[in-house]
């Protein structure tokens, strides 16, 4: 396929899937589409970003993928160093703990169990640790490098361009692209606010082609991946024929058979609609879009005590959410009403669980029948 970003990162489909799963970015990217190992869960520290990249070396065929950290343009002391989870749970206010506690209680859920989060971890969205995490990075045949939050920190942009690797970044809005063109990116990901995650108020419908005619007009060939509710080929070929050069997916990935979300949590996907997603801080601490539950409605209630700001909302949300699936896998069917996942709204078009490789053939099929229809469409009956 003729796509600038297909000749940037060495593949003839463009279609990006994000994942926190490694196993599904390896079978993506040896299905035809491009993986993102999306680096930016509550566990990931350099050491272990370099078990997960060597992992995906050995099992991607050689073929072409991504990684995404996110390093938040905008947090407070993000320059501070040495930073763990635990010196962080320290500052978390006594009446944000008890709420916690009690909305974890009254769906029968233990707040004395051991979970995953309660080891001690250095954290990546503060500075050090996040150049670390570009410079593992870079020890793999990493295709394009991706920042999440913002503006990449410049570290990142200088690193990654002397080794050759182009530098991505997510934006909300056209004065987004703007700020980050000056920065020195070379690939846009503009995503709507039907996203998963961390998304602006724009749609994508709209975003998309007020990005590339923006870039058009300054003379701009920096590539514009669209991004936002994007589960089929067809809509694929829509946002490419308003001027993409490819398609950023995550949700869609979410319930595939390699994916690694709790059984229940995929369950719950699988039965979601379009209108099961809402906007809230309560996951992160800043706004994203993800799945309604009992958490984000008790945090969006009158009796919270107001959400904390990244990274403090994420670490309360993260360990809640461990507990609620281990006593999911206890037998607590009440405790499944508190899970959530980040997620778009194209999760309401997404009915049943399919392999990774499924879902790029999907893509592929899809992606040409738009083609072909869009073509008869321009067929002149003779007179």
């Known amino acids: 396929m003729q796509s600038k970003f297909c000749d940037l990162v060495g593949i003839e489909f463009p279609l990006v899937a994000f994942s926190h799963c490694r196993d599904v970015v390896a079978a993506v990217s040896r299905a035809g589409g491009f993986g993102v190992f ?5 566990k990931m520290t350099p050491d272990q ?23 938040p343009e905008n947090m407070a ?20 703990r008890r709420f916690v506690d009690d909305l974890l209680a009254r769906h029968g859920i233990a707040t004395d169990t051991a979970v995953d989060s309660d080891t001690d971890r250095e954290i990546g969205h503060f ?12 020890r793999h045949p990493i ?6 939050l913002g503006k990449p920190p410049q570290f990142m942009i200088d690193k990654c361009h002397a080794a050759g690797v182009p530098v991505g970044a997510l934006i909300g ?19 709507g606010t039907e996203a998963a995650a961390h998304c602006g108020e724009v749609s994508t419908m709209v975003l998309v082609p007020e990005v590339v005619r923006a870039l058009e007009a300054m003379g701009s060939d920096v590539p514009v991946l669209a991004a936002g509710g994007i589960v089929t080929g067809r809509q694929m070929a829509a946002v490419m024929a308003m001027g993409a050069a490819g398609a950023w997916t995550g949700s869609v990935w979410l319930t595939t058979s390699e994916s690694d979300v709790h059984p229940a949590v995929r369950e719950r996907l699988l039965a979601a609609r379009s209108r099961d997603t809402l906007r809230s801080r309560a996951m992160t601490g800043k706004t994203a879009r993800q799945l309604r539950s009992a958490w984000n409605e008790a945090w969006e209630s009158k009796d919270s005590p107001g959400m904390l700001p990244m990274p403090y909302q994420y670490l309360l949300t993260h360990r809640a959410l461990l507990l609620a ?7 607590n069917d009440a405790a499944r009403a508190m899970l959530t996942e980040g997620v778009g709204q194209g999760i309401g078009m997404v009915a049943s669980a399919k392999s990774a490789r499924t879902v790029v053939q999907e893509f592929m099929e899809d992606f040409a029948d738009a083609l072909e229809r869009m073509s008869g469409l321009m067929e002149v009956e003779p007179c």
Not at 325 to 331: A, C, I, L, M
């Open 325 to 331: 699936e281990k006593s999911v896998d206890g037998g």
């Open 38 to 42: 999306g680096a930016t869960n509550g």
């Open 127 to 138: 500075l050090d640790t996040a150049e670390r995490m570009v410079d593992e990075g870079l």
């Open 49 to 71: 970003l370099k078990i997960e990249l060597d992992w995906i070396d050995a099992h991607v065929d050689g073929r072409p993928y991504g990684l995404d950290i996110a390093v």
């Open 77 to 96: 002391d993000r320059d501070a160093e040495a930073v763990t989870t635990k010196a962080l749970e320290a500052q978390i206010p006594d009446g944000h």
């Open 173 to 191: 809005s056209k004065e987004h692209a703007m700020r980050q063109l000056e920065a020195g990116i070379d690939v846009l990901v503009a995503q």
């Open 143 to 148: 295709r394009l490098f991706v920042n999440a």
